[in-house]
């Protein structure tokens, strides 16, 4: 009897594992060939800092002013597309198809050199995306207000002494040669921003100006330019004026008028 339900045992057994064995073996195979997620690009983080790291500071800063140009040139392409799309008037137009032009044209160089470092076209940043929703929202005047303080004062400040900064400190030929092709544009979009902001009451800065009493309309023994004289609250904004004019470089008239009643001419007959 023992000897039987010995033996029963055992069949028992044996079928409980051969039944239970396919089970295990598929739960093997998934385990060894998982299902395939998304790749989460902070795993590659630390090996990209640690490669950033070993390199010499002259070549980060090299590939930290490449990756900071790529993307404002991104950001001005895409908010100027919005600015032909959104508004009505002419200069603001007219400076949006500038912009456009200008970053198509410096764009093969520019890719071309983050190519040959092994870099990828940037995203944009976090204040960039910001300003491209708000913009996306607006029409109209608010449109054109909130586009030439962004793109065009803000903007082109920031290109001018990123560049300037980018060719002192370089000493790699063909990006030196790049930047000091570049610049002469960029003073001169900052140029015709500094004509256009002032006149058409547009810049934020230009807000503070004109809730004081206008220096233009006292007697100055010397004229001032009015572009100079409605930026002259902002001392940045007062030394990249004086600067681009300094190195020559002339304004683009793009068809905004002047608000009734703001014209200097008027001013000083009054």
Known sequence: MKCANSGVLAVVAWIAVSSFAPVAQAQ???QVIPRPRPVNPAIFAP?????????????RDE???LKDAAAEGRFESEASRLALA???NAGVRSFAATLINHHTAA?????YMLHVRGMAAPMLANDQRKVLNRLAKLQGAKFDREFMGELGLKSQQDNVHMFERASLATRDPQLKAWIDKTLPTLRYHLTTVERLVPDARMARTGAATNAAPPARHAAAPVPVQPAVQSLTADPFVARASLATRSMGA???PLGLTTPAGKKPSEANTR
């Open 47 to 59: 090996a990209a800092a640690a490669a950033n790291k070993s390199m010499p500071v002259q070549q």
């Open 28 to 30: 093997g195979e998934i």
């Open 86 to 88: 959104k508004s009505n």
């Open 250 to 252: 002339g304004a683009m």
């Open 107 to 111: 764009s093969n160089e520019l890719q």
């Open 63 to 65: 590939r930290r002013f």
